[in-house]
């Protein structure tokens, strides 16, 4: 497959859940990746794993002098920049009530201010070249209320501001920038406490696919936002969420499950 063929990538939070499996399906795809990081020991592993069209580089989003190094060695190793998936994110599980003002800025630092740092130094290369594909991972609390999730909905809100500006900013200039907004993934941090996919899914019970996603399908999301079948997207929002965002079902009403 060669969707991606002589294309180059920044893929943050690359080295595991969503981040990993973007990062297999690019190279798959023909694309050379760089993978970073804060968790040294996976992403070194998952590049030795993907062979010459991969490299990792120990990256902390939310350090502007980390991403100018990080842009550095993508173009060291692999020349300009086409694509980047802004990946890197935490989740914390707290009311506003209990959150503290440092626990909602390191959320925020991490996610949007990360972001923020991405689809700046990253994207003002990507516009020297005239080309370039953006893709902001959100989230679906980024489109809607979540109790519990304070910072974390705050910061995805903020992606979802933040892509539709650089929308317009960068679009005329040949460089898209686009959102996508999972719903339940199982990954590590969608699924923290490694519950077997059976149990997993009775979570799911009431959205219409019924079902947690996988890592995959978000990769193949970020596919084809970062490929020229994707040509005329910019400042798009995509929902890989089973339907969640379409509504719950009201358990006994026609057209539930069931009924």
Excluded at 80 to 92: E, S
Excluded at 198 to 217: D, F, I, S, T
Aim: glycine share 14%; aromatic share 6%.
């Amino acid at each position: 497959m060669s969707r991606l063929k002589n294309k180059v990538a920044i893929v943050t939070g690359g080295a595991r859940g969503m981040g990993a499996a973007t990062a297999r399906l690019f190279v798959a795809e023909g694309a050379r990746v760089l993978i970073s990081d804060v968790l040294e020991d996976d992403g070194a592993k998952l590049a030795a794993e993907l062979g010459d069209a991969a490299r990792f580089v120990r990256h902390d989003v939310s350090d502007e002098n980390a991403w100018h190094a990080t842009l550095a060695q993508a173009v060291d190793a692999f020349g300009g920049v086409d694509v980047l998936v802004n990946n890197a994110g935490v989740l914390m599980f707290k009311t506003l009530a209990e959150t503290s003002k440092a626990e909602f800025e390191r959320v925020i630092d991490i996610n949007l201010v990360g972001c923020f740092l991405g689809v700046k130094i990253v994207g003002q290369h990507m516009l020297g070249r005239r080309h370039g594909s953006i893709v902001n991972v959100s989230s679906v609390d980024g489109m809607k209320g979540a109790n519990g999730l304070g910072a974390y909905a705050a910061s995805k809100w903020g992606i979802r501001g933040l892509t539709r500006v650089a929308a317009m900013e960068y679009g005329h200039k040949g460089v898209r920038v686009n959102s996508i907004h999972p719903g339940g993934i199982d990954t590590a941090m969608g699924n923290p406490y490694a519950e077997a996919r059976a149990e997993l899914n009775k979570r799911y019970a009431m959205v219409p696919l019924q079902r947690v996603g996988e890592p995959e399908e978000v990769a193949r999301t970020s596919l084809f936002l970062a490929s020229d079948e994707s040509s005329y997207l910019c400042g798009a929002e995509i929902a890989i969420d089973g339907g969640m965002l379409t509504g719950q079902y009201y358990v006994g009403f026609p057209g539930a499950p069931g009924i």
